[in-house]
């Protein structure tokens, strides 16, 4: 329930961007889909990246938004992403994820929290508009 709603608050913040900003321009045909990247590496952390990204006549037209999000699975465990070096390139048919992560690893909670160390998360995942788009 709590990713579900997640999603939707997402979602609404990058429509809520997208009618803001620049980022892409979009055309009164252009509709948006919401991109999931979930990582399975490992059971200490949900990693997700949604990406919103933008399309019409079932062709990619661009990529409003990149946020990517960190959940411990532990309970004295906490990690948060300290560095963002994600970018999305796309054209009509892909939409290419790609670069990296830091991710802080704390042990502790509150003012007891102690930083234990930090690693890098690469990425690179494309999304095929022939997958995602009908």
């Not at 661009?62 to 309970?75: K, R």
């Amino acid at each position: 329930m709590k990713k579900i709603f997640k999603k939707i608050i997402m979602l609404a913040l990058a429509l809520v961007l997208i009618l803001s900003t620049n980022t892409t321009p979009i055309k009164a045909a252009d509709k948006t889909k919401l991109l999931v990247y979930n990582s399975n590496i490992s059971t200490s952390y949900d990693l997700e990246i949604d990406i919103t990204a933008t399309y019409s006549k079932n062709k990619w037209t661009g990529v409003a938004d990149i946020s990517p999000s960190i959940d411990s699975n532990q309970l004295l465990v906490q990690y948060t992403i300290a560095e963002n070096n994600l970018e999305c390139t796309y054209d009509a048919k892909t939409i290419k994820l790609s670069g990296s992560l830091t991710i802080n690893e704390y042990y502790g909670a509150g003012i007891a929290r102690v930083k234990v160390g930090s690693f890098e998360y690469t990425i690179d995942k494309s999304f095929r508009a022939s997958d995602y788009l009908n």
